[in-house]
C-alpha cells in the first residue's frame, strides 16, 4: 500500500467504544448490562418522541438542510435569533466544523488537558498547534490559559461543566476571562450537560453573546434530553459567524429522524425536568456513599461523577464492575460512572463497597 494518510493522523486512534455490551454479556455470562459509561439519559427518552418518529412516512426524501422547524423551536427555546443557530450531527461534528473551519498548521488553540478528547483530536487532524492547560483541582485553570493565548490563537475550548471531572467555570472566572483576551479568539463554551446544572453561579452565557461577538456556546440533544441515538446537537454565536461556518457543514448532516425527534423532545420539558431532578437527588446520594467510604470525589455539574478509590488503580475497578456486568469509564486517576437511576445506583454502590474492602 503507497498511499500515504497526512503525517499528523499517524498519531491518533480511530474512537473505540470498547466492547459492546452483548460482547461482555456473552464473555462474562451476565443477565444484564448496566451501561453507565457516556452519560446517556438513564430515564431513556420522552414517549413524544417515539409517537412522532413513527408519522415519518417518506423515507425517499432528503433532510431539510437548513432545519427549518427545529431551528424556530431551538430558537425560541434559547432566547436567540434563528440565524444565530447551526445544526450539527451531535457536538462531535460541530467541534469537527469549528476545527476546519478556524485551524490548521499556522494556528494555535488552548485547552484544558483532562476534558473533552474531541476538541485535541480534532486540532491534531487540522495540524495545529495544540497549547495544553492542566486542570486545576479537577476545575479550568482560567488564568493560565488566558497567559497561552497569543496572536495565532484561534479557538479556546471551555468545557462547562467540565467532562470527565463535572466541575464548572462560574460567572465571574468566565467574565475576567473574557474581558481579559483579544476579540480574535474564539472562545467555546461547550455546554453538552447546560440542563443539569444546579449551582446558582453557573454562567448563563447566552446574554453574554451581546457582549463578546467572540463567543460560541454548544448544546445538545444527547444528555438531558435522551436523543444520543440520533445524533443532533446546536451550536449558538454571532449571525455572521455561524454564516461563515455554515460552509463547512454537509448540506445533510441532520437526519429527517433526527430532527424529527428533537423537535418532540422540545414539547416535553416535563421530560426533561423530571429526568435532572432524579439526576440531583441520585448525585447526592453518591456524595454520602463517598464519604462514607472515604473515596475521593469532584462534585459534579452534570449527569456523571468522576470518584477514585485510595489505594485501587482505576483499571482495577473498571474491570471489577465490566465483570458484574457495569460499565463505567475509567481515566487514568479514577472513573467516571453515569448516575443511573436509583436501583442501577444502589447495585453500584454494593459493588464498589466490595472494592473498597478489598483495598484496605
Ligand atoms: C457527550 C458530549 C459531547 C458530544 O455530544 P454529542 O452531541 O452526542 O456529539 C460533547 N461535549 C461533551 C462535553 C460531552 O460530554
Redo the contacts with the bound molecule.
Sequence with gaps: MNVKVRPQLLSLKAYTPGKSSEEVQREYKLEKIVKLAS?ENPYGTSPFVKEAISKIDNFAIYPDGASTALRKEVAEYTGVKEDQLIFSS????L?QIISKALLDENFNTVMASGT?P?YRHNAVVQNAEIREVPLKNGCHDLPEMAKQIDDNTQVVWI?NPN?PTGTYVDNKELEQFLQSIPSHVLVVM?E??YEYVTVEDYPETIPLLDQYDNLMV?R????AFGL?SF???YGIGAASFIQQLEVVRLPFNTSVLAQKAALAALKDLDFVKQSVSLNAIELQKYYEFCKQHQIDFYTSQGNFIFISIPGKESAEVFQYLLERGYTVRPFPNGVRITVGTKEENEELFELIEKIVLIAH
Excluded: M, P, V, W
Excluded at 90 to 93: K, M
Design positions: 452519560n451531535g457536538l462531535d461534528e467541534i473533552f474531541q468545557c467532562n461547550d453538552a450537560y454548544l445538545t440533544f444527547s444528555k444520543a445524533r443532533i446537537g
